[in-house]
C-alpha cells in the first residue's frame, strides 16, 4: 500500500493499484506497475549485461572518488552510474574479449585547469593526499605495503581548495609498484 506524504498533490511510495510511487535525489516518480517483463535474453542483451557487470564491479572500487570527481556533471542519476553508462558506451570492446581501454575511463569531469606537466611518483612510504599544494610541484602517495609487486592502473585529477571545482582524469598508465 502506498504512503502519501504532502497531501493530494505530494508524491507518494508504494504501490497504489497499478501505479507505483517512489522518490529520487528528492523528486517524486510514479511509474505503472510492469504487466509482464519479457526477457528473453538475447545475444544483444547478454553481451549489454555483461558489460554492465564489468563496468559496475570496476566503478565500485572508485565509488569515493567518482562521487567527488563526477557529482557536478551526473545530472538527474547518480556520480555511480553516469560513471557506469560511459565505461560502458566508451571504454568496453565487443565480445568475445571486452577489452577495456583504460584511457576512456572518466572518473572526474570539470572545469579546473589541470597543471601542464603531470609525473607520477608513487613509492611505499610517503603520504601527502589532503595536503597537495599546487604551487609545491609535487606529492607522494602511501599504498599498503602489501601492495609490493602488484601491478596497478593509475589516473590523475585534482580539485581546488575550496572543492568546488575539479579537472577531467586523467589515466596516467599501467605500473608495477616496486
Avoid: C
Avoid at 493530494?8 to 529520487?24: A, D, E, M
Avoid at 547518480?78 to 583504460?102: C, E, K, L, W
Avoid at 610517503?126 to 599546487?134: A, K, Q, S, V, Y
Wanted: without cysteine.
Amino acid at each position: 500500500m502506498g504512503t502519501i506524504k504532502q497531501g493530494i498533490l505530494g508524491g507518494f511510495n508504494g504501490k497504489v493499484g497499478t501505479v507505483v510511487g517512489s522518490s529520487w535525489k528528492g523528486e517524486a516518480y510514479m511509474r505503472g506497475l510492469a504487466q509482464h517483463v519479457k526477457n528473453p535474453k538475447t545475444e544483444k542483451q547478454l553481451e549489454q549485461r555483461h558489460k554492465m557487470d564489468i563496468a559496475q564491479k570496476f566503478m565500485k572500487q572508485a565509488l569515493q572518488f567518482i562521487n567527488l570527481g563526477l557529482k557536478d556533471v551526473a545530472k538527474k542519476q547518480s556520480p555511480f552510474n553516469y560513471a557506469v553508462r560511459q565505461m560502458v558506451n566508451n571504454a568496453i570492446g565487443d565480445a568475445p574479449d571486452y577489452t577495456i581501454d583504460f584511457s576512456k575511463i572518466v572518473l572526474s569531469r570539470g572545469i579546473l585547469t589541470p597543471p601542464s606537466v603531470q609525473i607520477m611518483y608513487v613509492t611505499m612510504t610517503d603520504i601527502d593526499l589532503n595536503g597537495f599544494i599546487r604551487s609545491v610541484g609535487s606529492s607522494h602517495v602511501r599504498l599498503p605495503d602489501d601492495w609490493e609487486g602488484e601491478h596497478i592502473h593509475a589516473w590523475f585529477a585534482m580539485r581546488s581548495a575550496d572543492n568546488k571545482l575539479i579537472t577531467n582524469s586523467e589515466y596516467l598508465g599501467y605500473y608495477e609498484l616496486e
